[in-house]
């Protein structure tokens, strides 16, 4: 064993199933470092921001090395940051906290898991490059950042458009983009003849639909976030960020429209190795990880959240 006992946690709300603690802890025990990984549960701001202030100046202090972040603060701990990684600053969203010469730095590592897993799971070439990205929340902003990256075009569908509107603006913002690339689309409006236009104009390429809400996530096994009726494309891949349970209802769905279609376990296993490799400076054991997620997938069954 090292000296050094790392402190990792999360903060969250409501967290109290996440995988995280089990795929870091396999992560420390695997490299034979000491440690633990908590769960912090942080209420939506203002209510939460008390304790927030609180665990970062834990951060600050050095009394926890590393901190994840989900649901509801990817954004509200963005003014807290000292720094934030071009990633972070870029999409938008922090999922990864640490410190570096005694300021905090916000990352986010979804950005890159995502499109590292990605890539696994696409054809080989590819002429056209189009994704549909269902939703518009923290999660969207560090997918439709990767796949900007990576000169796809892309439909972001929200149930708000307003929201929708709001991340394309922030990537044109950000000059990552321009309003040719990020087109918005009402969630309902999947079902409209000019979706099924589009579709039919584009039946030979290649699609990406991606999930980036919790729709099909316990306890909400039974739903889907694609709407009753809309046209799936003729070709593609379908990638639900959502990983509990393994396989959701929008995959199944894919499937059967003759899509290939990817769950989120990947992307969370990922996501860990790139903070735990920042926080610790060491290689992530990324199958041990994998290992350690799926049987504790498996063993909470129906009660997983976020994270
Ligand atoms: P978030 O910031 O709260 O965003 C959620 C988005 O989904 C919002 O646009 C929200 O719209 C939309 N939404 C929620 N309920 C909906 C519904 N019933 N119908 C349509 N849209 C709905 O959350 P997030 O951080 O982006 O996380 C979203 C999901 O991704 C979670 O399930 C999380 O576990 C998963 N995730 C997985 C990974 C991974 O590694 N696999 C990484 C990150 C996130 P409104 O604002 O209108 O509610």
Known sequence: MSEKSFTFGL???????????????SALNALGLDGQYSIYEV???????????????????????????????????????????????????????????????????DADAFLSDLMRNLPQSLDTYWAIVLGAGGAARAVVYA???????????????????????????????????????????????????????????FILVVNTTPVGMVPLVESSPWPD??????????????????????????RVAGLKAVGGLGMLVEQAALAFERWTGFHAPRKVMLQAAVREGIHHDSQIGTG
């Not at 903060?11 to 802890?25: A, D, E, K, Q």
């Not at 202090?61 to 870029?90: C, W």
């Open 147 to 205: 796949l900007l990256r990576q000169d796809w075009r892309i439909k972001v569908v929200a149930r708000s458009l307003d929201q929708a509107v709001q991340l394309a603006e922030h990537f044109q913002d950000a000059r990552l983009s321009d309003v040719r690339v990020v087109e918005t689309l009402r969630l309902s409006d999947l079902r409209s003849g000019n979706v099924k236009r589009w579709m039919a104009l584009h039946e030979n390429d």
């Open 11 to 25: 903060i969250g709300y409501p967290v109290t199933h996440s995988l995280s603690p089990c795929i870091h802890t």
């Open 43 to 109: 209420p939506a701001l203002p209510e939460g921001g008390e304790r927030l202030e609180a665990l970062l100046a834990k951060v600050q202090s050095g009394e926890i090395d590393g901190l994840n972040v989900t649901i509801p603060h990817k954004q509200s701990v963005l003014p807290y940051m000292d720094f934030l990684t071009d990633t972070a600053r870029d999409s938008g969203a922090v999922n990864t906290i640490m410190r570096r010469e005694g300021a905090m730095v916000g990352d986010n590592t």
């Open 229 to 254: 009726g809309a046209p799936w494309p003729e070709h593609g891949l379908a990638y639900d960020l959502v990983y509990n349970p393994l396989e959701t209802v929008f995959m199944r769905q894919a």
